[in-house]
C-alpha cells in the first residue's frame, strides 16, 4: 500500500494533484485544514492537506511504475524512487503512524490498555499464549506471540461491533499476508485501520445533471425516515446551495406520508406533486426542466413483495427515461443484518444504487455499515443521527466509522 499526502488550495486541488500522480484508484483517508509554511503562513494563510492511499497491486500503481520505468528524467525517477520506498511497509507505516494515532486519538492507546488487563486478568489462556512451547519448541523471540494476542483482540472488537465474522476474517486474513516481526502494535492498528476505509470506499454523492434537472428517487422499507431524510437533503440544497428543488411523492398509500412532504415543501417554497403513475412522473420531470433536482418519494413496502418491486421497477424506468437520475436505497441502522442482507439483494435485483444508512443515534454499533457495503458492493452516500430538520445528517464518513468499529468504548457521537 502506498501513502502520500498533497497539498492545495481546495480539497479538489489536491484531490486532481493526487489523481494526476498516482490515477483514478486512490481512496482518499484524510482530509485536514493546515497552515502555509514560511513566511506567508505567519499571516494566516491556509492550505488543505488531502491524505491518500493507493492498494500495492492496483492497475493505477502499476501504471505509475510503467511509466517511471519507460521515462528516466529527474522527475519520474523521483517517483519511482518513492514508490520503491512505499514498497517497505513497515517503514511507511512507521512514518504515519502518527498521523494514523491523531485519527484515531488514543484508540491504539486504549487497545494495548485492554489488551494489557486481559492479559493481567489470564483472560488469554497460556495454551493461546504459547503453542510453540507447548509442543517442546523455542518460543519465537519476535514478538510475534504479543502480535498475536493484539490481533485477536481487535478482531474480538470486530465482533463486539457486530462486523460480520466473514468479513472479519477477510481483513485479519488480508493482515497476515503481509505480517512482519518486530513492528509495534500501532503499525497493526494503522494496516487494519487503513484497509477498513478502503474497503468502504467513497460514494459518488448526488452530482448534478449536465443538462436539465437530476432526478434524485429514494427506496426503501417503511418506518426507516426516508421522507424526513429527502426533506433534510432538500433543505441542504435549496438553503444551503441555493438550488431550485421539487419534491414529489409516489406514496399513495399512506395520506400522511404525502402531507408531511407538502409541509416540508411549503417550508422551503418549493413546488410538490403528487404522482400516481409513470407518464405522470414523465411529465412532472419535462414540466420542471427549469429546476436543478427533482427528489421522488416512493412508497415504503416489504421487499417480499414481488408485485410493489415490480412497480418500483416500472417507476425506475420512467425516471431514467426522462432524464438524468440517481437512486437511494435507505436503510435503518437498527435493522437486523439478516434482514438488511435480503432488503438489499431484492432492490439490487431491479437496480444499482447508492445507500442510506438512517437512525445511527439509535444504535451503538456500525457493523452493518460495513456488513451490506461488501455484501451488496453499494456505496454508502450519507447517514442521519437524528429528527432534526434540516441537521442530523452528513455524508459518509469512513474515517470515523472504521474508528467507532475498532473502538472498544463508548461509540463517538455523529453529531
Do not use: W
Amino acid at each position: 500500500m502506498i501513502i502520500k499526502k498533497f497539498v492545495g488550495k481546495t480539497e479538489e486541488e489536491a484531490t486532481e494533484a493526487a489523481r494526476k500522480e498516482l490515477g483514478s484508484g486512490l481512496v482518499v483517508m484524510n482530509v485536514k485544514t493546515v497552515k502555509k509554511k514560511g513566511f506567508s503562513g505567519v499571516f494566516g494563510g491556509k492550505q488543505v492537506e488531502v491524505t491518500v492511499a493507493l492498494e500495492e497491486d492496483s492497475d493505477s500503481l502499476k501504471a505509475v511504475r510503467r511509466e517511471a520505468a519507460r521515462t528516466a528524467d529527474p522527475d519520474t525517477a523521483k517517483l519511482e524512487e518513492g514508490v520503491r520506498a512505499a514498497q517497505n511497509a513497515v517503514n511507511v507505516m512507521s512514518e504515519s503512524s502518527q498521523n494514523i494515532e491523531k485519527k484515531l486519538d488514543s484508540l491504539q492507546t486504549m487497545l494495548v490498555t485492554r489488551f494489557q488487563q486481559e492479559e493481567a486478568k489470564g483472560e488469554i489462556s497460556e495454551e493461546e499464549a504459547a503453542p510453540a512451547e507447548n509442543e517442546g519448541e523455542k518460543a519465537p523471540d519476535d514478538g510475534s506471540r504479543e502480535q498475536d494476542k493484539f490481533i485477536r483482540l481487535l478482531y474480538n472488537t470486530m465482533m463486539e461491533n457486530e462486523v460480520d465474522e466473514k468479513y472479519a476474517n477477510q481483513i485479519m486474513d488480508d493482515l497476515e499476508k503481509n505480517r512482519k516481526p518486530n513492528v509495534p502494535f500501532d503499525y497493526i492498528l494503522a494496516n487494519v485501520y487503513q484497509k477498513m476505509i478502503l474497503k468502504f470506499g467513497k460514494a459518488e454523492g448526488i452530482t448534478p445533471a449536465s443538462k436539465g434537472p437530476k432526478t434524485l428517487l429514494f427506496m426503501g422499507p417503511t418506518g426507516i425516515g426516508k421522507t424526513t431524510t429527502i426533506a433534510k437533503i432538500a433543505s441542504h440544497f435549496s438553503v444551503d446551495q441555493k438550488k431550485k428543488v421539487v419534491l414529489l411523492t409516489a406514496d399513495t398509500y399512506r395520506i400522511a406520508a404525502a402531507e408531511q412532504l407538502r409541509t416540508y415543501a411549503n417550508i422551503l417554497e418549493a413546488p410538490f406533486r403528487v404522482i400516481y403513475s409513470e407518464d405522470e412522473v414523465k411529465t412532472a420531470i419535462e414540466d420542471f426542466r427549469g429546476y436543478d433536482y427533482i427528489f421522488v418519494d416512493t412508497a415504503g413496502h416489504s421487499h417480499q413483495n414481488e408485485e410493489l418491486l415490480e412497480k418500483m421497477k416500472q417507476l425506475l424506468a420512467a425516471v431514467n427515461e426522462a432524464g438524468e437520475s440517481q437512486t437511494f436505497l435507505v436503510l435503518s441502522a437498527t435493522t437486523k443484518y439478516r434482514d438488511l442482507q435480503r432488503i438489499a439483494t431484492s432492490y439490487k435485483e431491479i437496480t444499482d444504487y447508492q445507500m442510506i444508512f438512517t437512525k445511527l443515534d439509535e444504535t451503538s454499533s456500525l457493523g452493518n455499515l460495513m456488513n451490506l457495503r461488501l455484501c451488496v458492493e453499494a456505496p454508502i452516500a450519507y447517514v442521519t443521527f437524528g429528527q432534526n430538520v434540516p441537521d442530523d445528517i452528513e455524508l459518509f464518513n469512513p474515517q470515523k466509522t472504521v474508528k467507532s468499529l475498532l473502538s472498544t468504548g463508548r461509540r463517538e457521537s455523529l453529531k
